[in-house]
């Protein structure tokens, strides 16, 4: 199944014409780390994304690069002190609906993530999804509010990753 979401990224891919927008931005992460893991570790973190869109239809579609630090969260039980800390690599459509000078979106596609756990490392792929909006603050620069959600598994427990993103978007 990735393998042909990616042949079919590649396909649209082939008809990218130029680089569309480039956007910048902190977001919140939420882990939802479920019980009993949740007790020895925070779950919530500030981090960034960096942001590159390709026109594929100008004004509608873009395939997306994103690469995000998510964040870095540590929780002190006892002792000994848990870290989680991870990077994401998203390649995302990202389909736009413009009303006025308030633009409607919403992406899909996958990450790629890169896990610290206290000094374990693993690396998943999974599905990401978003939605948001943004409004058209000069002929170039806009702002967007975007909610992502990215469904991984790490060391076997089900992590789902959800962020609050405000950025900072410049429209070529």
């Known amino acids: 199944m990735k393998k042909l979401i990616f042949l079919i990224m590649a396909l649209f891919a082939s008809n990218v014409q130029a680089v569309e927008y480039v956007s910048v931005g902190v977001m919140a992460t939420d882990y939802n780390i479920p019980a009993p893991i949740d007790a020895v570790l925070d779950s919530n973190t500030v981090g960034g994304e960096l942001a590159v869109g390709f026109s594929v239809v100008p004004t509608w579609l873009s395939l997306e690069l994103a690469l995000s630090d998510n964040g870095q969260t540590e929780k002190t039980v006892g002792l000994i002190t848990n870290t989680l800390d991870s990077e994401s690599l998203a390649v995302l459509f990202h389909g736009r609906v413009p009303v006025g000078p308030i633009t409607f979106h919403g ?56 962020h609050a993103q405000l950025k900072g978007v410049y429209t070529f």
């Open 107 to 162: 992406r899909a596609g996958y990450s790629l993530t890169s896990f610290d756990f206290s000094g374990l490392t693993t690396t998943d792929m999974a599905p990401t999804f978003g939605i948001g909006l943004s409004h058209q603050l000069t002929p170039h620069w806009s702002v967007e509010a975007d909610y992502l959600r990215r469904n991984h598994d790490i060391f076997g427990v089900p992590i789902r990753m959800e």
